[in-house]
C-alpha cells in the first residue's frame, strides 16, 4: 500500500517568516493529496488540497506544490500567524478508487512565536 | 446543514470491556471513514463503511468492528480493550472533508 512520509516533526517559526513543510510518497498511482490542520483539543480540518493533474495550488497565504516525478508535495504557509500553530498533516489517496481510504503523515508540530 | 458529529466524547473502560462509537456523517453522505488517531502519532485507517457495507479494513484486529445502518450513521465496536486502545478516534464524511469531532477513549 502507499507509504506517506512527513518532515520535519517539528517547527517553528517567528512570526512573519515562511514554514515549509514535505511530504513524499511512494505510490505513483496516488493523485489526491489534501492537508489538515488539527488545533489542540480539536478535530483535523481540511485546509488545502492538490490533484495529480495540477503542479500547484495557493489560498491566500497557503500554497500547495506536487512534483509527481519525484513523489513529493510541499505545504508552504507565507507571513505566519501565531493563529498558524497547529499539527499540520499530508495525506494522499487514489481518489476514485475502491480502496476510498487517505494515507497520512505522522504529522509537523508548527509553532509561531510572535 | 449539520456535520458529522460523533458520539460520546469521551468514553472510559477498562481493560478487557467492550467500547461502542457512534458517528453520523453529513446529510446525503453515504460513506464513512473510522480513523484512530493515537497520543503523537498520525491518523491511522481503521474502516470504510459505503451503502452499508464494509469497503476497506485497516491493518488492526478483529475485534475492532463495526457496521453501518440503513440512514447511513456508523458503530465502532472494539472488544476487549486493551491499555494501547486509549486514543483518539474520528469519523469522516464521504470525501473525507469533514472530520468529527471525535470519541476520546480511555482505557484503564
Known amino acids: 500500500g502507499e507509504n506517506v512520509e512527513q518532515h520535519p516533526s517539528t517547527l517553528s517559526v517567528q512570526e512573519g517568516d515562511s514554514a515549509v513543510i514535505k511530504c513524499t510518497y511512494s505510490d505513483s498511482a496516488s493523485n489526491y493529496f489534501p492537508w489538515y490542520k488539527q488545533e489542540l483539543g480539536k478535530r483535523p480540518q481540511l485546509i488545502i488540497d492538490i490533484r495529480s493533474n495540477v503542479g500547484e495550488k495557493k489560498d491566500q497565504r497557503i500554497a500547495v506544490t506536487l512534483n509527481k516525478t519525484a513523489k513529493h508535495f510541499s505545504l508552504h504557509i507565507t507571513e505566519t500567524q501565531p493563529e498558524d500553530s497547529a499539527v499540520y498533516f499530508c495525506a494522499a489517496s487514489l481518489r476514485g478508487s475502491t480502496l476510498g481510504r487517505l494515507y497520512f503523515g505522522r504529522g509537523t508540530q508548527l509553532t509561531v512565536w510572535p | 446543514e449539520a456535520g458529522v458529529t460523533q458520539s460520546p466524547t469521551h468514553l472510559i473502560k477498562t481493560r478487557g470491556q467492550q467500547a461502542t462509537l457512534r458517528c453520523s456523517p453529513i446529510s446525503g453522505h453515504t460513506s464513512v471513514y473510522w480513523y484512530q488517531q493515537a497520543l503523537g502519532l498520525g491518523l491511522q485507517f481503521l474502516l470504510w463503511y459505503d451503502e452499508g457495507e464494509e469497503r476497506n479494513r485497516g491493518n488492526f484486529p478483529p475485534r475492532f468492528s463495526g457496521r453501518q445502518f440503513p440512514n447511513y450513521s456508523s458503530e465502532l465496536n472494539v472488544n476487549a480493550l486493551e491499555l494501547e486502545d486509549s486514543a483518539l478516534y474520528l469519523c469522516?464524511?464521504?470525501?473525507?472533508?469533514?472530520f468529527g469531532p471525535g470519541t476520546r477513549l480511555t482505557v484503564l
Open positions: 469522516a464524511s464521504s470525501l473525507q472533508q469533514f
